[in-house]
C-alpha cells in the first residue's frame, strides 16, 4: 500500500515550482507575487484574498 505524502512536503514543493516559474515573468509580476507569499506567510491573507488558477485546457 503506498503511504500518502505529507501535506507540508507537498506545499513546499508546489510553492518552489511555482517561485521557479515565476522567475520567468516580468519584474513587477515577481514582485506581486512575492508580496502575494509574504502576506500569506505572516498570516494577513484572508479567505476571499485566496487565487484560484485556472489551469484547465481551453
Not at 33 to 42: D, G, M, P, S, V
Request: aromatic share 6%; hydrophobic share 45%; glycine share 2%.
Amino acid at each position: 500500500m503506498q503511504e500518502k505524502p505529507n501535506v507540508e512536503e507537498l506545499i513546499a514543493d508546489s510553492m518552489t515550482l511555482l517561485l521557479i516559474r515565476a522567475q520567468k515573468l516580468p519584474k513587477r509580476e515577481r514582485l506581486a507575487i512575492a508580496q502575494e507569499f509574504r502576506e500569506w506567510l505572516n498570516g494577513s491573507c484572508k479567505l476571499e484574498d485566496i487565487w484560484i488558477l485556472d489551469t484547465r485546457i481551453k
